[in-house]
């Protein structure tokens, strides 16, 4: 028992001279933070003694900081991770939503591509085998410009998923100048179809054009339609190749500066309605008339073309003069009967209307100085066609000039009675009539 207590009495004394000793190796100077030199001493020589006996060491039980640490990091990292998830899913359904046109409010929206956003590059031609066949001009168009009217009519959200999905795509020589009506419901695929022409979204207008309208003035009203520039218009008509063949092949170079002669298509626009698109290219657009004309070249027009012995331009300049002075379709063939007959007899044709094609601006009857004007379009000084037809005739005066009513009338004048004309097959009873009327 002596034993026990004496062992129970040791264990304390350890237990006791560990605290001690621990107090005292913690105990520094506050003002320096240091401990002193026999302090020090005195720490070395107790761990020493320790360390010779470790059985007897005491270790204070420590909290597990490290753990607990360690677990809140790795639960805050899955919240992060978590969190990042939602936001780029949030995302990409923003994206899709916007890019696929889906849950989108439906309406239409008009906007306009004008050609100056647009930058012509001449690119190679490649042929199937990689080889450089050529080069060809692109329009570009500037994207920036695309993305930013279609944010502002509200059609797409992201300016910049637009600009990358066009990259992409190579929509920059897909889109083209225009007005287009487009709608809401369009993704971003279909927005890009259909901003060029015959792609669904162009905006068009119907211009309707009477017959005995001149080129010039038929250019004017598609301007004002806005269909296509005037400029634009007699640029095409001068120097394009349209592929019919009553215009014959290629343009002919015209004068000094290189320009050619947009006259060459006069009497070949068929007057009718139209449906154009808005900002449509001027060849396509001119195109439309020609393919109107060819259309009434039938196989019985072409026969009775060949029995006349007349050319088509001949044809086509007689029923322009025949649109110009016919009061309704049925005096059109005694006129046609009057200019052949004195095409016949070497006569002057004398139809005011011929000078006045050369002054587009001039209204009303020609002046004395215009009939004295030396110019193959004056037929009272000259005899013969004039070079051209000068206007658009319709197919009334067409069929007129190519089946004449067979006469022997040489003269007309304009009743203003009953405003039709009268036919004189001499001068006198022309001369006779023409008294009576005031003109």
Aim: charged letters at 25%.
């Amino acid at each position: 028992m002596a034993n026990d207590n004496e062992n129970i009495d040791r264990i304390f004394k350890i237990h006791e001279d560990a605290q001690e000793n621990s107090r005292k190796i913690k105990e520094i100077h506050i003002p320096t933070g240091r401990i002193s030199a026999e302090e020090r001493e005195w720490a070395d020589s107790k761990a020493a003694e320790e360390d010779e006996t470790p059985q007897t060491r005491y270790h204070p039980i420590q909290r597990m900081e490290n753990n607990r640490s360690g677990c809140l990091g790795g639960l805050m990292y899955a919240v992060f991770i978590l969190c990042i998830s939602v936001v780029l899913a949030v995302f990409a359904w923003i994206a899709a939503s916007d890019a696929l046109a889906l849950n989108k409010e439906e309406f239409t929206a008009t906007v306009v591509l004008p050609k100056t956003i647009f930058r012509n590059e001449l690119e190679d031609v490649v042929d199937e085998e990689g080889n450089v066949t050529g080069q060809k001009t692109v329009a570009h168009a500037d994207i920036s410009y695309v993305s930013n009217v279609l944010k502002q009519a509200g059609l797409i959200e992201n300016r910049w998923l637009f600009e990358f999905f066009c990259k992409i795509a190579h929509a920059d020589t897909k889109v083209k100048p225009g007005e287009y009506e487009l709608s809401s419901t369009y993704d971003y695929r279909a927005l890009i179809q259909n901003m060029r022409p015959n792609g669904g979204g162009a905006v068009t207008v119907n211009v309707t054009f009477a017959e005995g309208m001149t080129m010039q003035q038929m250019f004017v009203l598609l301007e004002r339609s806005g269909v296509s520039s005037y400029e634009d218009l007699m640029e095409a008509a001068a120097g394009y190749h349209f592929n019919y063949s009553f215009l014959g092949g290629e343009p002919e170079d015209g004068d000094e500066e290189g320009e050619t002669d947009a006259v060459r298509l006069e009497g070949y626009l068929f007057p009718e309605t139209y449906n154009f698109y808005v900002n449509m290219q001027a060849s396509s657009a001119i195109n439309k008339f020609l393919e109107e004309f060819n259309s009434k070249l039938t196989e019985e027009f072409n026969a009775s073309l060949e029995s006349s012995g007349r050319t088509l331009q001949e044809i086509v300049t007689v029923a322009s003069m025949i649109e110009k002075e016919a009061a309704d379709d049925g005096e059109r063939a005694a006129i046609a009967s009057v200019i052949y007959n004195r095409l016949a007899a070497d006569m002057p044709l004398g139809i005011d209307a011929t000078i006045l094609y050369i002054h587009p601006d001039h209204e009303g009857a020609p002046t004395a100085e215009m009939l004295k004007e030396k110019s193959p379009y004056n037929t009272r000084l000259q005899t013969g066609l004039p070079p051209t037809p000068i206007c658009n005739p319709g197919l009334p005066s067409l069929e007129a000039a190519l089946r004449p009513n067979n006469t022997d009338y040489y003269y007309y004048a304009l009743d203003t009675e009953t405003g039709r004309h009268r036919f004189f097959t001499t001068a006198e009873e022309f001369n006779d009539f023409v008294a009576t009327q005031d003109y």
